[in-house]
């Protein structure tokens, strides 16, 4: 049996990135970046007007001056490379190119026209020298980092590349996560429960969890019978980047999951973490290409384990930074207990709490803190940690794992 910490840094030791591949853009949200990038272009590409108005010079538009307006316009689109002459007021829309001899852009909000042909304008309210002006490389100039290695990528990144006019990017690719449960008992949703069955719940609730962490979730099921998981186990491991399997890792007559993956070549790591809920965990490796993690069958423990222990490998395997032994794929919070919390175990155990953002992330144990108690899981907001033989007193400050 191994510590969480242990098991954790050995699974992570395991794992690599993956294979680096271009998608287009519109298909990279939320992958990470696999290269860092610069910019290819200055933004703005030119300087260009922020407004619909006028460019003028900024020294003859004061309050009350009159400007000719000249008899061409620049709008959005080729630059025409016209030359603002002085005394001359030319219109231009936002977006469009500033004409040579022009220094600020008057809003048409602060002009008004002379006469009724609207030969000439006046000045309401004047304007500063390069005012309404966004000036060429204001934003990013040429050469300058816009994407780094490990960044998450966001649709706001997305309209960042595209503007630097780059169609495709690379990122990490995405796990093949086969999903194994196993067990005589179990059928699935829709289908008709049987005397003695019960519905599989681990099957659905591990795939969303892959695919929260942006693996690809493949679902298989298994009977408790050698021939049955063998053949299950086999497919699952020649398919995939990942396999996952829940139940039947145990000591149990019918837990077959150990002794069949030793008889494909699965190696295994380790075997047991010291931990509560999920002591009978297994983790090995196949052809050195296959991460293989048994989980405890109790969905409780599942999912505890998956996150402990199997979601950070599938975040190291997607490229995110930041991955470390220290951090289960759940995102952390400090809270302060609402009551006090005692481990009379020698595990050290996760427990299933609400927690009150509105106060201060108040934290209080919720439901049935058992190993097959789905409700009071999926009504927790959090896990909070108690280490073995661990006493905290109400109002002390812990961390806790969003889930
Ligand atoms: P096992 O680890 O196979 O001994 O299973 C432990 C407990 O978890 C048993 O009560 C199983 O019925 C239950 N269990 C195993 N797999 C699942 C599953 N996929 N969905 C719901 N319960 C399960
Ligand atoms: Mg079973």
Redesign the pocket.
Known sequence: MIEELEARKRILESTSSGPVMWVPISMAVDGVAAETLGARLDCPVFDNSSMDGYAVRASECRTGDTLNVAGQVQAAGPDLDLILKPGEALRIFTGAAIPRGADAVIMQEDVEFVDDERTAIRIVEGVELAENIRRRGSDVCEGQRILSKGERIKPTTIGLLASQGLPNVPIFSRPMVNIVT????LVETGEWLGEGEIYNSNGPMLTAAVERLGGIAARFHAM?DRGHLRSVLENALHTGDFVIIA??V?V?D??FVKETLTDLGVTTEFWRVNVKPGKPFVFGRFEDRVSVVGLP?NPVSAFVTFSMFAGPAIQKWLGKKDVSADQPALESFSGVLGTDLENRGDRPHYLRVKVDRENGNRITPFGVQQSHAVHGLAQADALVRLAASESLQSGQSVTGWWI
């Open positions: 196993t067990g005589d008992e408790d139940g039947g145990s149990g019918r837990d069958g």
